[in-house]
């Protein structure tokens, strides 16, 4: 029998007293991969997920008939919105596809009613995700340790980082064999390359669900996305493989992916605080709450690239108090993600474009 969902609370948020000096830790670490390729580039990218693979346009409809557990926040009632979304590999760098990373999905939902979270522009709600299950580090401290190596390689001995990806892949496709996945490792450049149309999303920590707690996901249900599953791209000599594929796919791909949430049932098995901790899925099931759907499209329109890619930042402090973020790294994201994007706009020329 699946438990209640745990209703949420302040308390269940437990203040590191280091916290202040971490997330000082990891501006430093942003600056450092900032300040680099502004450098190297003459032009500001994100200074994580800086490389796009892909914006698509489409809609998120929220579905009827949500149990009062599921019609929380964004989803409290049916309704169509606007949606963007962003693919991309998770380093600082605009690398070439030879070196392998997570794939990331960033999503921004237009017309979100509710009261704002603190310096939360417009009236859209955010949600970014990754293609795995867990967060790469426990707690804040442990994450600028692995930002640290990041900054330090940024836009660096660029062939080094091929052939350390090439023998990291295969280091990750034994373990696999063995039943483990190693999510250091992935980050590091021992990912699959995978084709992100095919693969299913994951906020890994968790958020406010209005009275509950959650984690999301979005995962693909169209013949045409699940078909693409754990398809490996051929990168050889082709330094934009991702998008150059995901371009192709789009031409002729009605996409359609659900929109699901894990609630927080039981705070000692579904932890706030560690989000390396995954969910058992029997026990905290995830529920389909919304569907998104985007046509066949140009990927890669420049209109579109330039409106989202250049004028637009994905945080997960973008949207409502219903689906505040949780957690110490969540704590730790809002203040340098928000920096990173501050730089870029500044040194870009290009403010901010939030729908409104």
């Given amino acids: 029998m699946i438990a209640s969902p745990v209703r949420y609370s302040p308390d269940v948020e437990e203040i590191q007293a280091d916290e202040r000096e971490t997330v000082q830790g990891l501006m430093d670490a942003f600056d450092a991969i900032l300040h680099r390729t502004a450098e190297d580039y003459g032009h500001a990218v994100r200074s994580v997920h800086a490389k796009a693979h892909g914006i698509l346009e489409g809609e998120l409809s ?40 997570p794939r990331g999905l960033a999503i921004k939902v237009e017309g979100v009613e509710g009261e704002r979270l ?3 522009e ?9 293609n795995g299950k867990v967060f790469q580090a426990k707690t804040a401290d442990k994450f600028l340790g692995n930002l640290k190596m990041l900054a330090a390689t940024t836009d660096r001995i660029e062939g080094t980082k091929k052939v350390a990806s090439a023998v990291l892949r295969g280091v990750t496709s034994a373990l696999g064999a063995v039943g483990i996945e190693s999510t250091a ?22 958020f406010r669900y209005g009275d509950h707690i959650a984690k999301f996901s979005i995962a693909p249900v169209a013949p045409a996305l699940t078909a693409l ?5 051929d990168v050889d000599g082709r330094d934009n493989a991702i998008r150059e594929e995901v371009r192709r796919e789009m031409t002729d791909i009605d996409a359609e992916w659900e929109f699901r949430v894990q609630l927080c049932r039981d705070l000692k098995k579904q932890p706030v605080e560690d989000p390396t901790v995954e969910w058992d899925e029997a026990e905290a099931p995830f529920q389909r709450v919304a569907t998104i759907r985007a046509r066949p499209q140009d990927s890669w329109d420049e209109a579109r690239v330039r409106q989202v890619n250049e004028e637009m930042r994905f945080s997960i402090w973008t949207g409502i108090q219903e689906h505040r973020p949780l957690g110490n790294i969540n704590r730790a994201r809002r203040e340098p993600y928000r920096h990173s994007a501050d730089f870029r706009a500044r040194f870009n020329g290009c403010p901010y474009h939030e729908p409104s």
């Fill in 62 to 101: 929220v579905d009827a008939g949500l149990p009062p557990e599921l019609a929380q926040g964004l989803f409290a009632k049916p309704g169509t919105h606007k949606v963007f979304l962003r693919m991309s590999t998770n380093a600082g760098d605009i690398l070439p596809d030879a070196i392998s990373l």
């Fill in 118 to 120: 603190p310096g939360s």
């Fill in 122 to 130: 417009g009236s859209a709600q955010d949600f970014v995700m990754v």
């Fill in 185 to 206: 490792l992935n980050s590091l450049g021992g990912a699959p390359n995978v084709e992100p149309l095919g693969e299913t999303y994951y906020s890994t920590t968790p």
């Fill in 229 to 233: 599953t754990g398809e490996i791209i």
